[in-house]
């Protein structure tokens, strides 16, 4: 029987992409079953892999880190407790598999030398073996029902942190054992305990495998039933308190705003949306949040200066660090379509900037687009604003394409597939409707263009 991998395990092994995975299998190049694929095929679509090199991977990671403001060391190895939680796991499995080892370890033996030759049938497949056991040990390996999703658990982190991470909606609370909203229920696998609750499961719940997801993580691999937000309509609108972490210079009249939230009260939303921002003496506006929901305690807001705008005012002048600025929301369905596994392209006019940026840093956690492409339109200042991150990201990434211009129709022209894929538009309403008309001329279906058009 073949030895069956899940694709983000699979991907993660031949240092790939998930959606590079889909892609070959969506063009018959590489053969599942019942969602998962052999080693043995996974080798002859990747014949020239090495797999000790996930460069690809390290390099998604590495944005990731600087966009989700988490460290390195945190990530990299469990905590003595996981460690020793996975390994006694894996100590289990040899245990019940040792007696039927015995009765194949004369054979093996016998065939060692013939299988070490070079070119011998099956010996591609030992060190492909041999990393996905390592990868075992350091990583675990979660699904979640019914969905389907799958995200990996990584050094210390909760199952909530990890699939947060991971660009997943789970339902949450607090996030510190208070308040019960993380339930899930454990199919299968083991989890660890590693944060004190003051939640109290019922019996009946504990009986059924029901844990919190915020103070538990994976000793190997995991099935879960969990709560996920499908849409904007299954996310809460919420009033939060949160402080003025800094207010930072991204050119001459336009700032970056990051506002950091209580432990205890996190921001759920969608990547894409907007919420209101009121500030001490009373101003008020509708932002989009320009970061990725994967870091719900830090939000970002791009601000730009207008004349006449008093919210913009207080933000360039008087708004200090530890500010309290009330947080209303989220609102908007400008969101990302998970179900779908189209190319993305993203189409910005100057601040529209800020819910694509979000979008696109939720695109990359959830890693499962074939492409990604920005086409930023803007001109005179602030104009492309964040033009060196957008460049970092194409550089890193293998799938993602940048093009920063001052008009939309001639960028178009580099975008053959454009029937093919899912375009997020964002822009002010009179350019929004002119971008739209072009669009659908170019013969883009209707139904894969979402629009982010805010009145003035």
Known sequence: MPRLLTLSRAARLVGVRRGALQARIKNGELATFEGMVSVEDLLRAYPQARLEDNSVLERLEGIKEAAFARRLRERVLPSPEVLLARLAEMSRELAQTRARLDYYRRIAERLQPKLAEPGAEGAELLPLLAQDSFLRVMTAHVRIEPSGHEFFVEGSDSLLEAALRAGLSLDYGCSIGSCGRCKARVLSGEVLRTRHSDYALTEAEK???????CCHTAVGDLTIEAREAHGAADLPLQRIEARVKSVSALGEDMRLLHLQTPRTQRLR????????????????ASCPVASCPCDDRNLHFHVRRRAG??????????????????????????????ESHRPLVFIAYETGFAPIKSLIEHAMALDVAETLHLIWVASGAPGHYLDNLCRAWSDALDNFRYTPVDELAPALQGEPRLPDCDVYLAGPAPWASAAERLLLEQGLPRAQLRVH????
């Open 453 to 456: 058009a805010p009145e003035p």
């Open 269 to 284: 939303f969608l990547a894409g949306q907007s919420v209101r921002l009121a500030l001490p003496g009373g101003s008020a």
């Open 309 to 338: 705008d008093a919210f913009a005012e207080r933000v360039f002048g008087a708004l200090k660090g530890a500010d309290a600025v009330i947080v209303e929301g989220p609102r908007g369905d400008f969101v990302l379509d998970e």
């Open 207 to 213: 009986r059924a495998g029901v844990v919190l997801m």
